[in-house]
């Protein structure tokens, strides 16, 4: 009986043969014999929305004390957020006092830190203060942005911070230590004992005398000593397979597909359309709406795929989970009509030119007309139509109209003036525009990058500096996706690449042969020539292991991030070392046998 136990479980407990206890098991909002006291608590509602969607994070939520160096937990709670299934989904917790009476002199405030839960790594914090102490019930609600990557440098932060890193909330102009794993306190000066987690875990804090666990990827529980671990094949088509809740066994799964897949398990084949531009200036980024069915009554169900261009790509590749039955591309601030079916197809191969422009309305109609009010010039729609067969569509400030074979025209809205702007952008890097098909739960998102400045973030700054790999493939290699999905350009590269890597080892072999001979190397040439050999073998390996470095980790955008720094301050500069050496080398021949010929 629910009026028992006032929103609490009823059981019953049996002491004996016909002897029954009544016991309630109250929510954490209630406690009580019969759950007829209600808790002193923080209710927090959070709304979390992200910019990287194949990422799942750990979020770990604290209810803490502000007013000493201790900075003791009163509450905890953490979970998993993965964007594909979560995104938008208000998450509603409850945070108690440790004490039933809390003390309402001191100050109290949530600390909610982020993590990749990936490689473990440390994202971010949010400082949200509680206002009014005094109120029994405190109801809070916050919407946060979760980033890819640490945004602040800590160089700039004034705090000393003994067993940990200076960092600054992301909502707040105030610093504070993020500590190490086993240490605590304000300034992370107090060790806490972290001997119940597991070792490939991280501990943050402690409560109660019990270790505060973060734990990795397969691996569970309070103190990260469960393992639970996909089922082998339970993703399709090289989807990634992530555990995301334990305590259901029948749905602990989930799977982060490739571009072309989508379903449950990566089962389905999502439908393809290549689009090449022909007789078009390549764009920085193009815009694509894919209207699935084509209604005049009202606004047709579509969606946006955002695609950044490189500099000589004159083609691009969509894919949808729903039909195509028309597809408007949108380059920069020009509509073309792209496809246009009667029915719904799938994998279709067009193309866009000029003629296939939509046609402002200004351009078509005279001043007489346009000085119309809208809803009087609406009904000159037709003419533009009639007197040019060819047309195909045209647009105004709010309509985009088709032209029929019976040469009249059907319109439905379109937004001329919207911007696809990021509300908030934690995306991109250096100044650059943010753009995503939508304000949340988006499936593409780009950046526009400023003069100097390129990558897929705009991360990277090409002042001064040459052309490296990346700049060449970056644009080129499709992530989530295996070597047999890539374009030809990449596939071409990486024959070409293994070619000179042979033909660069032969060379060097048979070169390193012929000036092993003494006799060779009585003059400085031949001293010359031999170590050039041996350079020259450590730079068709060098660039072969960076060929492979910059696509394996392009494929696989999650790999861990250290593994990026380490082989950008490693491979990229004995690339170049090795390059300039062998240079110099042969420089050195040019002018030993200059100097012979002036000799005689």
């Known amino acids: 009986q629910s009026e028992i136990c006032n929103s609490g479980l009823h059981i019953y407990h049996r002491l004996g043969i016909d002897k029954y206890s009544s016991l309630c098991f109250c929510p954490p909002n209630y406690y009580g014999d019969q759950c007829q006291y209600q808790n002193q608590r923080v209710s927090l509602s959070l709304t979390l929305v992200t910019v990287e969607q194949p990422i799942a994070y750990v979020i770990v939520v604290m209810l803490i004390e502000d007013d000493n160096n201790r900075q003791e937990i009163h509450s905890y709670h953490q979970f998993t957020y993965v964007p594909l299934e979560h995104c938008g989904q208000p998450v509603n917790l409850y945070l108690l006092y440790s004490k039933r009476r809390k003390d309402n002199s001191k100050n109290y405030s949530i600390l909610i830190d982020a993590f990749n839960k990936d490689s473990l790594t440390y994202l971010m914090s949010w400082h949200l203060m509680i206002p009014f102490v005094f109120l029994p019930v405190n109801r809070i609600s916050a919407f946060l942005t979760l980033p890819i990557s640490r945004t602040f440098d800590p160089k700039h932060c004034p705090l000393q911070c003994y067993k940990g890193t200076c960092m600054k909330y992301h909502n707040e102009e105030r610093f504070f230590c993020q500590c190490y794993s086993g240490w605590s306190g304000a300034q992370c000066h107090i060790p806490i004992d972290c001997s119940m987690c597991a070792s490939n875990s991280i501990c943050i804090g402690s409560i109660r005398n019990r270790s505060i666990c973060v734990c990795p990827n397969e691996k569970f529980g309070s103190f990260c000593r469960l393992q639970l671990v996909c089922p082998i094949g339970f993703c399709k088509n090289n989807g990634r397979c992530i555990v995301t809740d334990e305590r259901m066994i029948d749905e602990s799964y989930m799977c982060f597909c490739s571009e072309q897949f989508f379903g449950p398990r990566c089962e389905n084949v999502k439908h393809r359309m290549d689009i090449s531009l022909e007789n078009i200036e390549i764009p920085l980024y193009l815009l694509a709406y894919i209207y699935t069915r084509i209604s005049f009554e009202r606004s047709p169900p579509r969606f946006v795929i955002l695609r950044k261009m490189t500099m000589f790509q004159t083609s691009v590749t969509l894919y949808s989970e729903a039909l195509f039955q028309m597809v408007i591309v949108k380059i920069d601030n020009r509509y073309y009509l792209a496809v246009l079916r009667k029915f719904e197809s799938s994998n279709i191969v067009t193309?866009?030119?000029?003629?296939?422009?939509?046609?402002?309305?200004?351009?078509?109609?005279?001043?007489?007309?346009?000085?119309?009010?809208?809803?009087?010039?609406?009904?000159?729609?037709?003419?533009?139509?009639?007197?040019?067969?060819?047309?195909?569509?045209?647009?105004?400030?709010?309509?985009?109209?088709?032209?029929?074979?019976?040469?009249?025209?059907?319109?439905?809205?379109?937004?001329?003036?919207?911007?696809?702007?990021?509300?908030?952008?934690?995306?991109?890097?250096?100044?650059?525009?943010?753009?995503?098909?939508?304000?949340?739960?988006?499936?593409?998102?780009?950046?526009?990058?400023?003069?100097?400045?390129?990558?897929?973030?705009?991360?990277?700054?090409?002042?001064?500096?040459?052309?490296?790999?990346?700049?060449?493939?970056?644009?080129?290699?499709?992530?989530?996706?295996?070597?047999?999905?890539?374009?030809?350009?990449?596939?071409?590269?990486?024959?070409?690449?293994?070619?000179?890597?042979?033909?660069?080892?032969?060379?060097?072999?048979?070169?390193?042969?012929?000036?092993?001979?003494?006799?060779?190397?009585?003059?400085?040439?031949?001293?010359?020539?031999?170590?050039?050999?041996?350079?020259?073998?450590?730079?068709?390996?060098?660039?072969?292991?960076?060929?492979?470095?910059?696509?394996?980790?392009?494929?696989?955008?999650?790999?861990?991030?250290?593994?990026?720094?380490?082989?950008?301050?490693?491979?990229?500069?004995?690339?170049?070392?090795?390059?300039?050496?062998?240079?110099?080398?042969?420089?050195?021949?040019?002018?030993?046998?200059?100097?012979?010929?002036?000799?005689?």
């Not at 309509?399 to 991109?428: G, I, K, R």
């Not at 943010?434 to 950046?447: H, V």
């Not at 190397?521 to 031949?526: F, H, L, N, P, Q």
């Open 351 to 600: 193309s866009i030119s000029p003629a296939q422009r939509c046609v402002p309305i200004h351009e078509l109609l005279p001043a007489k007309l346009l000085s119309l009010p809208r809803i009087q010039r609406l009904k000159s729609y037709h003419i533009p139509c009639q007197h040019d067969f060819n047309l195909q569509c045209f647009v105004d400030e709010s309509y985009m109209c088709l032209c029929t074979e019976e040469h009249h025209s059907n319109c439905f809205p379109l937004d001329y003036q919207q911007t696809f702007a990021c509300e908030e952008n934690v995306y991109c890097e250096n100044g650059g525009t943010c753009l995503q098909d939508r304000p949340m739960c988006f499936y593409s998102i780009l950046c526009v990058c400023n003069d100097c400045f390129f990558g897929d973030r705009c991360q990277f700054y090409a002042k001064g500096i040459g052309l490296t790999l990346d700049d060449l493939f970056r644009y080129e290699i499709r992530p989530h996706s295996t070597l047999n999905d890539q374009s030809l350009t990449v596939k071409l590269s990486a024959a070409s690449t293994i070619i000179i890597f042979l033909i660069g080892l032969l060379n060097s072999f048979f070169g390193y042969l012929v000036f092993h001979n003494r006799n060779c190397r009585k003059v400085a040439s031949g001293i010359y020539l031999r170590l050039s050999s041996i350079i020259s073998t450590l730079v068709v390996s060098m660039l072969i292991i960076r060929f492979w470095f910059v696509t394996y980790t392009y494929m696989n955008p999650l790999i861990n991030r250290k593994i990026l720094q380490i082989g950008c301050l490693l491979f990229e500069p004995m690339l170049r070392f090795f390059l300039h050496m062998s240079n110099w080398l042969n420089t050195c021949v040019g002018i030993d046998r200059a100097m012979a010929v002036f000799q005689g």
